[in-house]
């Protein structure tokens, strides 16, 4: 195919390139980090926050992007490429399209630097390592998403990564903080206790973001095998793996329930239960039909309810506190 047969990357191309509506998945972690560090450390550096929004916006443009064109080049089946990947029914340069990701990656990385600036050394380590594995999910000669390993890193890496590095840029006191000294002595101070609760709070977006990959990966499970990505419901086998799924969005809500027996949550919190019937109804109706263009969105749609109400109630407890302290103080100024 010659350079004139490629198509231009119009808006609506782009859009369905990065995956646009998927997006919204992403931004429930890092509103809920933004928020957890107000909550829970009394802080909001809104340079900070701005700095990592547009850069963990161009990390997910990047992933997007760059994950077809790395499956348009390993794909083995014909009707794959024919009807699903972009790069191929679009007719799109994947040199052109591999440039417009990486540019996203610079700026998201420029960014980083200077966060880490702002923040500590140990952020350059924290966000490579996740850099890393965005790079090598689908990159290298044995791709990790060609692994039973998708569902163990993309929820980690997306889910608790987010809410983690989200929190950490705001915080007053540093959980993690690198230090070099003269004579090559390197101190590294650790706080285990917010590190154990930072590991809490994040679990259920990590949970539930590993559940929409485990999710796509059972829709996907013929196809991936004609094109040898051999994920994990490949190795549980579908029938299992979809018994196995409804333990998933169940294990995220049990750890949101004992974040707020360790006090790290508001009891506001439990107000997430109410959403018990929808987040039952979304689970049953992919058990019963595992469909990429209709059940598949069962599990974003449970990721975005939790996400998005878990976000509200922290939002909706700051500004109560909020009126509570201006009711008292106004209280006390008419005394």
Sequence with gaps: ?????????????????????????????LLFGFAYAQYAFGRIDWINTLLYFVAQFCVALFVSGFNHVQDFK????????ETTNIISYR???????????????LIACSIGIILVFRTNLILLFIGGAAIFVAIFYTAGPIPLSRLPLGEMLSGPVEGFGTVFIASFINMPYLPIFLSFHSEWIVNLTVNLAVLFQLLLV???????????????????LKQDIKNERYTLPFYLEKKKAVQIYPFWPSTALLFILISVIFNYLPIWSLLVLLLLPWIIKNTHAFMQFQDKATTFKSAINNLLMIGAAQVLIIVAFLLFLNCQIKCSTTLKNIS
């Design 1 to 29: 195919m010659t350079k004139k047969d490629y198509a231009k990357i119009t808006w609506p191309i782009f859009f369905q390139l990065i995956s646009l509506p998927q997006k919204l998945t992403g931004l429930m972690p």
């Design 202 to 220: 994040g679990l259920p977006f990590a949970i539930l973001d590993s559940t929409v990959m485990f999710a796509d990966n059972i829709c996907d």
């Design 74 to 81: 390993k794909a083995k089946d014909s009707k794959y490429l």
């Design 91 to 105: 007719h799109l340069n994947p040199k052109h399209v591999l440039y417009l990701m990486f540019s996203f990656l």
